[in-house]
């Protein structure tokens, strides 16, 4: 067995792997490589754990080396390797090797060097640094990369950081406003061409945004833009995967998917995702405020006829929302809301002069007052005069009221059906402190003491333009790719992807998962200790009877499973509803004797929720008194999309009830009688399907935070009776690999003598594999995983592969070949 490196030729691609590949992993390889070489599109899904992001990297990028050609890939390599530079700090560009910065720009940009660049697509930032380490492991870790990010992630000048808008912050540095311009922003060069970086900065492996910010302070240079300018030259660019989908973001970025490779990572979401991405909710009172800021600019004659078309349009869209508050009717306690498909808001907004015409005009007119110099005719920038330009907030507004007018309005009003355009009325609560007020000779006495704010009630009105069809956005952003490849570890059920994204998934995968069958119990629990049936509705979930059976089960499972358990609730309201009930009834205070809990914060800053997290991490490693801890936390929350819970950090998940979104959402409304009108025309599924989808996309996430490699095990317990009452509903939704090992459990008892045996076992197992490690110490720093057999059968996909076609698998000591089916 290879213990080094290992060589696949796969579809006539050499593919280098660090180590012998699983089967899910030689089936996801296939699929990619076949997806590349044929031009179409790829749907795969593959367990968390199971090695694909290993499996995407190594494909994607020894294909794209198979059409530069091995020789030219090591003569790239080299010539940046050897490259020498008389200085780091040097202005000039190199000219000498094929990442030329200035060379490359505009040829890469548009594709015309005929070597497509990856676009890999991640969920989160914290996604990319895990996928930067797995290309470090990989012989590809030298390819020429960047990582586009927010300034959040990467700004290095302390005068931007402590800021709340970054991005307005750094316009004003770079614009030089205050006299002090930005000395990092005019140091890009320093860093902003691959040769420089691997040769003269030592990245010469993959690197993540952390080394790219710390060399930025290092050499006081923009870690921000630098990273947009190594776009040019890269191979393969990382970023999450809105900055993609959204056209305002790929504009700004310089981003153009052209001819391009787009490799969405960890894509469950991406139909919320793109439905947001050609949306946009517009609060009455910043529309307000661009109106203002614009009338600024033309009281004082600062491009006034620009302005004042720009202007006119806000106030023009305020007066109209003001006439149309009668309109609205009531829904729920303090709300209301007006509802407009995008046929009847184009023809209410022709008739106050907005046409696709006049949309073109008023695009025109943001452009030109976005630039501060005008160079007139003479086009010299010595001859430019420097006008003030409106703030970042107003031209966002603007700038996004565009976009979703542009997308309803293009191709002769094709996408205005896939829209539906609210008012909503509601009121908030603010802090405010009281102006002050005058004496009886009316004269305003500022207190000494520091006045405290009042809590006041506040009426909101927001138009909302939502996007009810994420083929809008994902058609923009497919037009002209050449190959999109969608993975995450739960696509299941993926049925609905084709239709909603309005993209042909020719290649298709479901894979098995790495781990033996015995590394995990999968079992669905309807009772609670009591007997009490446990069905989550809501109906059932406000009863004291429910709540305390669920803390009881819970308990239970705390004192079976040691160290880390996770326990996933459909929604924040309950965990409230059950914290306060088990706080009262003393269970909490059980629950804290035998664990530490933690519970999912519902918002707040980064900072709070990444020290809860420390602490959990923490009470699972130090545990001394209590075995580890308990964390509770919510579907579709920060805890159950892309952490990584290995290990003793989650020896049991447990899910209560099925995830539904709230059935009382307008937006969730909308999109089901949208999918009804249209379940017959375009193929849409039936609002009732999309609905329970969502549900089982969440629970499937949520169950995806155990088993996260080879040699973990855990507990998946699905807490409700509707799983094993009707199975052939409510199971199927599930990934394919918690299908298969799925089992039902008649009584509470039952269950629990399982899963007791099941965690001794395991324990047992990883004591006495401990302790052989100890007595006999490893002879390799290397580890590789057990010898598999490859099945054909895990190569079958929709998609059938050309007869005759092979596969090589090639190693330090053999050669295999298997033909595909």
């Not at 033996?516 to 406000?542: M, N, Y």
């Not at 009877?545 to 880390?564: I, N, R, W, Y």
């Amino acid at each position: 067995m290879a213990t080094g490196p290992v060589e696949y030729t796969i579809g006539g691609v050499n593919i280098s792997f660090p180590y012998k590949a699983y089967p899910s992993q030689l089936a996801m390889m296939n699929s990619i490589v076949r997806g590349l070489n044929s031009e179409q599109h790829c749907l795969l899904e593959s367990p968390t754990g199971s090695g694909k992001s290993l499996a995407l990297l190594c494909a994607a990028l020894g294909w794209r080396q198979a059409q530069t050609g091995k020789d030219a890939w090591v003569t790239e390599m080299n010539l940046i390797l050897s490259y020498t530079f008389v200085s780091s700090a040097a202005s000039v560009p190199c000219t000498c090797c094929p990442c030329d910065s200035t060379k490359a720009s505009a040829a890469d940009k548009d594709g015309t060097r005929g070597i497509p660049r990856i676009f890999f697509g991640t969920r989160t930032h914290k996604q990319i640094t895990q996928i930067t380490h797995e290309l470090k492991r990989t012989l590809y870790s030298t390819v020429p990369m960047t990582i586009l990010s927010s300034r959040d992630h990467t700004c290095v000048n302390a005068r931007v950081s402590p800021h709340a808008n970054r991005n307005e912050r750094c316009r004003e540095l770079r614009e030089d406003k205050e006299g002090k311009s930005c000395s990092f922003y005019h140091g890009v060069h320093k860093m902003r061409d691959q040769c420089t970086l691997q040769r003269v900065h030592g990245l010469h492996d993959a690197w993540d945004i952390e080394d790219l910010v710390t060399l930025g302070k290092r050499l006081r240079s923009c870690s921000y833009y630098a990273a947009r300018e190594l776009m040019a030259g890269a191979s393969v660019v990382f970023c999450p995967y809105n900055y993609l989908l959204d056209p305002m973001i790929r504009e700004s970025m310089d981003i153009n998917l052209r001819g391009q490779i787009v490799v969405l990572d960890e894509a469950h979401n991406i139909e919320d995702c793109a439905r947001e991405s050609a949306s946009f909710t517009l609060d009455l009172n910043i529309l307000r405020f661009a109106g203002d800021e614009l009338n600024g600019m033309v009281i004082n004659d600062i491009r006034r006829s620009q302005h004042e078309l720009l202007r006119d349009f806000c106030y023009c869209l305020i007066n109209w929302i003001m006439d149309s508050q009668g309109l609205m009717s009531d829904r729920g306690y303090e709300s209301a809301c007006k509802v407009w498909s995008g046929l009847e808001i184009l023809q209410i907004f022709h008739n106050l002069g907005i046409t696709a015409d006049s949309l073109k005009i008023l695009k025109k007119n943001l452009a030109e007052v976005l630039e501060k110099e005008d160079r007139g005719k003479s086009n010299s920038k010595e001859d430019a005069e420097l006008f003030p330009t409106i703030g970042s907030a107003t031209s966002t507004v603007l700038k996004n009221l565009f976009m979703v007018l542009d997308f309803a309005c293009q191709d002769d009003r094709r996408f205005s059906g896939d829209y539906r355009v609210v008012l909503q009325k509601s009121f908030t609560w603010t802090n405010e402190v009281p102006p002050d007020k005058p004496d009886a000779n009316g004269y305003f006495v500022r207190p000494t003491y520091r006045q405290r704010s009042v809590k006041v009630k506040k009426e909101v009105l927001t138009l909302s333009f939502w996007c009810l069809n994420p083929a809008v956005a994902f058609s923009d952003l497919s037009e002209g790719v050449r190959c999109i490849v969608l993975t995450s570890g739960t696509l299941s059920p993926m049925s609905s992807f084709s239709s909603e994204l309005g993209v042909k998934f020719s290649i298709q995968l479901e894979a098995n998962h790495v781990i033996d069958k015995s590394q995990v119990w999968v079992g669905t629990i309807g009772a609670g200790p009591q007997g009490t049936k446990l069905c989550a509705t809501f109906r059932h979930t406000e009863t004291y009877s429910f709540q305390d059976e669920v803390g009881a089960l819970l308990l239970q499972v705390c004192m079976v499973m040691p160290k880390g358990v996770l326990c996933f609730l459909p929604s924040y309201k309950m965990l409230d509803k059950l914290r306060d009930r088990w706080i009262n009834t003393g269970l909490w205070d059980k629950l804290e004797e035998k664990k530490i809990v933690v519970t999912e914060p519902r918002g707040g800053p980064k900072e709070d929720f990444e020290s809860l997290l420390n602490l959990y991490y923490d009470a699972v490693k130090y545990c001394s008194e209590r075995d580890g801890a308990l964390l509770i936390a919510v579907c579709r929350g920060k805890v159950s999309e892309g952490l990584d819970f290995s290990d003793d950090n989650a020896r049991a998940v447990v899910t209560i009830g099925i995830p539904f979104p709230s059935f009382k959402d307008l937006q969730v409304e909308l999109k089901m009688k949208y999918n009804d009108q249209l379940c017959k025309s375009r193929g849409l599924l039936p609002g009732q399907r999309w609905y329970e989808i969502q549900a089982y996309r969440a629970l499937n996430q949520a169950l995806g935070r155990c088993i996260r490699h080879r040699k973990d095990w855990g507990a998946l317990i699905l807490v409700d009776d509707r799983f094993r009452n009707n199975p052939n509903k409510y199971i199927t939704g599930l990934s394919k690999w918690v299908r298969q090992l799925v089992k039902h459990h008649h009584t509470f008892s039952e269950a629990m003598q399982s899963l007791s045996s099941f965690s001794q076992l395991m324990m047992d197992a990883e004591s006495h594999h401990t302790n052989h490690e100890v007595q006999t110490p490893s002879t390799s720093c290397v580890q590789s995983p057990a010898p598999q057999s490859f099945s054909p059968s895990l190569m079958k996909t929709e998609h059938n592969q050309a007869p005759g076609e092979i596969m090589k698998f090639k190693t330090e000591r053999h050669t295999i070949t298997v033909f595909q089916l």
